[in-house]
């Protein structure tokens, strides 16, 4: 008889966590979870201010300068949809804050340089995911012009017409119920993909389909934690908006920082069974 081949030794914990392919573990948290993200977050921005606040004010005057040529060039509809939509491509623009909060978690002090100048980002991943983003911002961008379009017959040149419209008419709170609406269930849908997948994209070499995925599973399993989590999120840039973009100098490292946090509680560690 032919002796039998032996047998491969069955793949346990680390090394089937790190299988091509296999998803990494999904951890369930409490609604505690996203105020200890803010309150870390608030030491982590402590252990670096002058960069994080750059960081934020050169986002901040970069808002407000796009805002106010709008502002000022009477398109009043766009300064409200760009403002709105400032959501779908916040997760790209905080990649130099998730840089931060890794290098804070391994012992280093961050840069400003490092921060602008990712490289973990220059990837062909991270750019399928910017651009799936970018794709649905634009998507939004025609939806909500459709909602207004459906809403008056009038096209509201200045921005005092256009609050007017929006606030004293029966055809303008239905745009603004309507477009509240369809515009939060893209913004949600949005969100549940992102959240986890750009910063686990700079975090870990996976594809982008895998981080998507992970970050569906992150907020299905704690739907409740990550809903409040999207709204702290939307009052907080709210918050910012309704100060023309000066809450963004400390409010968007705030929330860089808090949701590189929120993806390390979220996603198990590499090596996990």
């Not at 990494?24 to 002058?50: C, E, Q, S, T, Y």
């Not at 986002?59 to 766009?78: D, I, K, M, P, Q």
Request: charged share 10%; hydrophobic share 55%; glycine share 10%.
């Amino acid at each position: 008889m032919e002796p039998s081949a032996p047998q491969q030794p069955a793949a346990t914990g680390g090394a089937a966590a790190n299988r091509p392919g296999r998803l990494p573990d999904v951890n369930a948290i409490g609604l505690a979870a996203p105020f200890r993200w803010l309150g870390g977050a608030w030491g982590d921005m402590a252990k670096a201010p002058l960069p994080c606040l750059l960081y934020g004010a050169a986002l901040g005057l970069f808002s407000y300068w796009l805002v106010r040529s709008l502002y000022e060039s009477n398109a009043a509809f766009w300064v409200l949809a760009l403002t709105c939509g400032f959501v779908f491509v916040a997760p790209m623009l905080a990649m130099g804050l998730y840089e931060a909060g890794r290098m804070l978690e391994k012992g280093e002090k961050p840069t400003l340089p490092r921060m602008l100048f990712v490289g973990g980002a220059v990837r062909q991943d991270v750019a399928y995911l910017g651009l799936a983003l970018l794709l649905i911002y634009l998507m939004w961008g025609r939806i909500a012009q459709l909602v207004y379009g459906l809403s008056t017959y009038r096209l509201h040149r200045t921005v005092a017409d256009f609050i007017a419209f929006a606030l004293n008419t029966g055809e303008g709170h239905n745009m603004l119920i309507s477009g509240t609406i369809v515009g939060g269930i893209i913004a949600f849908f949005t969100y549940c993909l992102a959240v986890v997948s750009t910063p686990m994209l700079l975090d870990r070499n996976t594809n982008v389909f895998a981080a998507m995925a992970t970050s569906f599973r992150a907020v299905t399993k704690n739907f409740i934690p990550m809903l409040l989590w999207a709204l702290i999120i939307v009052a907080l840039v709210a918050l910012s908006a309704a100060t023309w973009f000066a809450g963004f100098v400390v409010i968007f490292p705030l929330l860089g920082l808090a949701s590189w946090r929120a993806y390390r509680d979220l996603v198990a560690e590499r090596g996990a069974a």
